[in-house]
C-alpha cells in the first residue's frame, strides 16, 4: 500500500513539475494553491513537502529529488521579492536548513539530490545578497532583485531578507515581515491580492 501511496505522490510531483516549468505565472499560481489548500487544512504552508523531506527511515530518494526540484522551480519562477521569502520563510520555519545539512552531509547521498539543496542554498545566500557571484542558472533571481531593490532604496527602506539572514546577523526574526507560515485567518490575501474565500469559490 506504501509503494502504491509513493507512485500517486510521485506522479503528483511530475504533473506540478510540468506545470511549474510551463510557463512563469504558474509559480504563483502553485504557490496561491497551496496557500488556499493549507490555511483550509489549518496547517503550515508547504508542510506536506516538509513531511516528505523530513522523513528519516525508508525514504524514497527519488522522491525528495523532485520535492526539491519542485521547490527550486516554484522559487525561480516568482515575479518578486515578496513572493520568494513569503515562500522561503516558511520552509525555513519549518527546518529546511537542518534538513538539507542532514542530506549535504550524509555519505552515499544522491547527487542530484545534493544537486537540488545546494541550487536552494545558493539561490538563497544570492538572493539575500550574501554572495554575489552569478545565481543558479534556474530562475530571474537578478531580474527580481533589480526590480524591487532599486525602488526601495530611492526610498531610504532596507529591503526584504530571509529570516536566517536576519537571525544570522543578530537582527531576530522581528526585523524581517512577517511570514504566512501561521496565518490561517480567513482573511489572509495571497498573492494576487484575493481572499481566500475568494478564490475557493471559482
Not at 15 to 26: A, I, K, R
Not at 78 to 101: H, K, M, N, T, W
Not at 167 to 192: E, R, V
Request: hydrophobic share 35%; aromatic share 6%; proline share 5%.
Amino acid at each position: 500500500m506504501m509503494g502504491l501511496f509513493r507512485l500517486v505522490v510521485k506522479t503528483a510531483l511530475k504533473l506540478l513539475l510540468v506545470f511549474v516549468e510551463y510557463t512563469e505565472p504558474n509559480a504563483a499560481l502553485l504557490v496561491q494553491a497551496v496557500t488556499t489548500v493549507d490555511t483550509k487544512r489549518g496547517c503550515k504552508l508547504w508542510s506536506n513537502a516538509m513531511e516528505i523531506l523530513d522523513e528519516k527511515d525508508g525514504v524514497d530518494t527519488e522522491l525528495l529529488v523532485y520535492v526539491m526540484t519542485l521547490i527550486n522551480k516554484t522559487l525561480a519562477g516568482l515575479p518578486d521579492q515578496d513572493s520568494f521569502y513569503d515562500v522561503v520563510d516558511c520552509l525555513e520555519e519549518q527546518g529546511i536548513e537542518a534538513i538539507g545539512q542532514r542530506h549535504l552531509n550524509r555519505k552515499g547521498t544522491d547527487l542530484d539530490l545534493l544537486e537540488q539543496f545546494n541550487i536552494y542554498e545558493m539561490t538563497l545566500r544570492h538572493e539575500d545578497g550574501d554572495d554575489e557571484t552569478a545565481p543558479p542558472p534556474v530562475g530571474r533571481k537578478d531580474r527580481r532583485r533589480a526590480s524591487l531593490c532599486g525602488t526601495l532604496e530611492r526610498r531610504g527602506l532596507e529591503r526584504r531578507r530571509s529570516r536566517r539572514h536576519s537571525l544570522q546577523n543578530g537582527k531576530g526574526p522581528a526585523s524581517a515581515p512577517a511570514s504566512p507560515c501561521h496565518s490561517h485567518a480567513p482573511n489572509f490575501m495571497p498573492f494576487n491580492g484575493q481572499r481566500i474565500e475568494d478564490v475557493t469559490e471559482r
